[in-house]
């Protein structure tokens, strides 16, 4: 069975393997059952992989799935979920139904299909493919897509709501699936409480403080540290178990490492904050170890970040949790403000995405558009931004931690359904650059220190100096030309 992957399938299937464990009238293939849960009071919960709350950070996976199993109805199990963390799958059968969700960003996969009349939920098709001796079905068309060298560059984007084998569909963030009919249903976005927008920033930094709490309290943890915003933010909210986490980042043989910012800047904190830190140049991917993925993922890349994954595998801790930054390009508006909202159609958006040539992948946004573009006006938020978290986050920003959970599990502490929500209802010219404000404030709550580092550069930072001042007033005019030009092309 593969590392960090599960399956569930109707007991009656034709697999011949003999199941992990069973749940109501399913059989349960797991690597280990170390990765799952069980619990049943009032409901009947199981939870597959790494969940953290950060309200009650001595609560392990299975003091969550006691308190979900608790509760009398659905809701109340979503509305738990929201303020939980991790990269996990969580089901439960509640007042007659049976229904299944993901982590906030989706990063533990949840594919579904119904196949030879069998129902097949699984984190990996190519479990599916192992354990009922089948093989990937492509059409055509997605069998060029994959073989293009250009598509491959890009890191290979997909975009919908059905996988690239089209049996499997994904259940995508903020959605439920009702596992009797494999049908996915909407939920909404949590409920923010009237708060100023500072104050919701300074309870985000809380979170993420908290997270760190949790987590350092459960597992052993690795954090890279780079110079962007992303990485200051989760460095500074760490900072009081820096003593019990190992700080590294990647350096590659095209690196020139005394300019290079991701490599220069963590080596001044790291030496300023007393840290823990190691700079890694992993060796070349073995072609066994590239044989070895392509069994477990679909599709499979080849990329240079493919060499940290390698690294992983033959010399960090398999019990260690890797903490990254993913989910919060969400609340950092990555596709734009929210001018677009009202006229931003699919095409648009897959050229924003930089894929708008590949039609197969233009008619999967045009799928995820139809179900999404009323609610993200019902729920307050921008369409963009919800297609950031729907299908970047969670198709393709998902793909990676798939691909590293043969060496390694990872969590990132921005993925938390409620956190995402309350960032992204703060105005957009807090979120988005060149200031970042948001980011900004996080780091001010936590450790205000970290302000005097530059960000994504290896030159001091100096805010009131005529040159930087002018750098940044020409920074703002640059966005906003863009901005027009982006609202000219897409008004077309």
């Keep these: 069975m593969f590392k960090n992957q599960f399956l569930l399938c109707d007991q009656h299937s034709q697999c011949e393997a003999e199941p992990s464990t069973t ?5 349960i293939y797991v690597d280990t059952t170390d990765n799952i849960s069980f619990s049943k009071n009032t409901i009947s919960v ?3 992989g790494k969940i953290v709350d950060y309200r ?6 299975q003091d969550i799935a006691n308190t979900l199993a608790s509760y009398t109805n659905l809701q109340d199990v979503i509305a738990h979920t929201d303020h939980c963390t991790g990269r996990y799958v969580l089901f439960c059968a509640v007042n007659g139904g049976i229904y299944a969700l993901t982590d906030a960003c989706a990063l533990k996969r949840l594919l579904f299909g119904r196949i030879g009349g069998v129902r097949i939920m699984t984190s990996s098709e190519c479990v599916y493919y192992s354990l009922f001796l089948d093989k990937a079905r492509l059409n055509s068309e997605t069998q060029s897509l994959l073989e293009d060298q250009v598509y491959q560059k890009k890191e290979s984007p997909w975009f919908g709501l059905q996988s690239v084998d089209s049996r499997f569909h994904f259940l995508l963030p903020n959605h439920i699936l009702d596992v009797a009919k494999l049908q996915p249903q909407r939920i909404s ?19 993420l403080q908290q997270t760190f709490a949790t987590l350092v309290d459960k597992y052993p943890l690795i954090q890279p540290l780079t110079a962007g915003w992303d990485s200051r933010c989760l460095f500074s909210a760490s900072l009081g178990w820096k003593d019990r986490i190992k700080y590294y980042i990647f350096s590659y043989s095209n690196y020139k490492e005394e300019i290079t910012p991701d490599i220069v800047l963590p080596k001044i904190l790291s030496k300023d904050y007393g840290i823990t830190f190691s700079t890694i140049t992993p060796k070349p991917t073995s072609s066994e170890f590239l044989d070895a993925l392509k069994k477990q993922v679909l599709p499979t890349r080849h990329l240079p970040k493919t060499d940290n994954i390698y690294h992983h595998f033959l010399h960090t801790n398999k019990k260690a949790i890797n903490i990254n930054g993913n989910g919060a390009e969400i609340f950092r508006c990555y596709y734009g403000r929210p001018l677009f909202n009202s006229t931003i159609s699919p095409l648009s958006l897959a050229y924003l995405t930089g894929v708008a040539h ?34 970047r986050m969670a198709l393709w920003g998902s793909l990676y931690p798939l691909e590293q959970d043969i060496a390694i599990d990872e969590i990132s502490p921005f993925n938390n359904r409620y956190m995402i929500s309350l960032l992204c209802s703060v105005p957009v010219h807090w979120r988005t650059g060149p200031t970042y404000k948001v980011a900004r404030e996080i780091v001010r709550a936590l450790e205000p220190g970290l302000l005097t580092y ?3 550069s290896i030159h001091a930072t100096n805010f009131i100096s005529k040159q930087n001042i002018k750098n940044r007033i020409t920074a703002i005019l640059e966005f906003r030309i863009i901005i027009g030009l982006l609202r000219h092309i897409m008004r077309r």
């Design 189 to 207: 976005i949590p409920k923010i409480h009237q708060q100023t927008n500072l104050q919701k920033v300074q309870e985000a930094a809380y979170i």
């Design 56 to 61: 009650s950070i001595d609560h392990t996976r």
């Design 454 to 456: 530059p960000v994504n």
């Design 23 to 27: 749940w109501e009238d399913f059989s």
């Design 46 to 48: 199981l939870l597959i």
């Design 358 to 391: 590949w039609k197969l992948l233009v008619n999967g946004i045009e799928a995820w558009y139809k179900i999404s573009k009323g609610y993200a006006k019902e729920n307050h938020i921008t369409i963009t931004d919800l297609f950031y978290w729907e299908q």
